[in-house]
């Protein structure tokens, strides 16, 4: 059964208990956080090794005899392709996954701290990500193309860019939602008092 089915049926199932429907609520959450966390985690492994890829290409480009617009465009794709990485670890180590023994409304903050800071990173892609690759890449190819192909070339990475922006604005419209059931499930424990322990034995 899917995480969301699990949540389907929650909503829908008659509970005899609000300490029942409690339960059952902080599980579909605790599924849900634990979910994003193998998704970000699988995501910074596959950027990291792409950025290897990138570092070690443009390395060489940089290094053999180039134009110096060529050779400038390659060490500052490999600066960039070095930055990214960074901030995507530096963005998961400053909000670490919470402890499925904390209390709920305790494990459901920091789960929300880690939602907002995923989100940041998708909605400010554009600065820190696809703006300086574009810049990056062009400028080696404008300093070793023709200028017909250096522009074909441009307007063919700027509608690629434009679409891995669109996509990272779609996660992050998704992770908003999922940050709305987290403040629903705050509020709902600050009002019925609620700080019990979280499910520690769901696996992650």
Known sequence: MT?????????????????ERAEDATTAIEHRVRKLDRHVFRRDLIETIAAVGVIAFFSVVAWRPASSLTRAGAIFTVVTAVFIVLHFHRTRRETRPPEPD??????????????????????????WYILPLLIGVNLVVAGAASPTFSAVYTAITIAVGALLYWLNQRAAATLAG???????????????????????????
């Open 178 to 204: 999922l940050r709305r059931e987290l403040d629903g499930s705050i509020q709902s424990f600050e009002r019925n008092g609620g700080t019990g322990r979280s499910h520690a034995g769901i696996r992650r």
């Open 102 to 127: 904390l209390p709920l409304n305790e494990f459901c903050r920091r789960a929300r701290d880690r939602v907002d800071a995923q989100i940041r990173l998708l909605r400010s892609v554009l600065w």
């Open 3 to 19: 995480v969301e089915r699990c949540k389907d049926a929650w909503q829908h199932r008659p509970l005899d208990t609000e300490s």
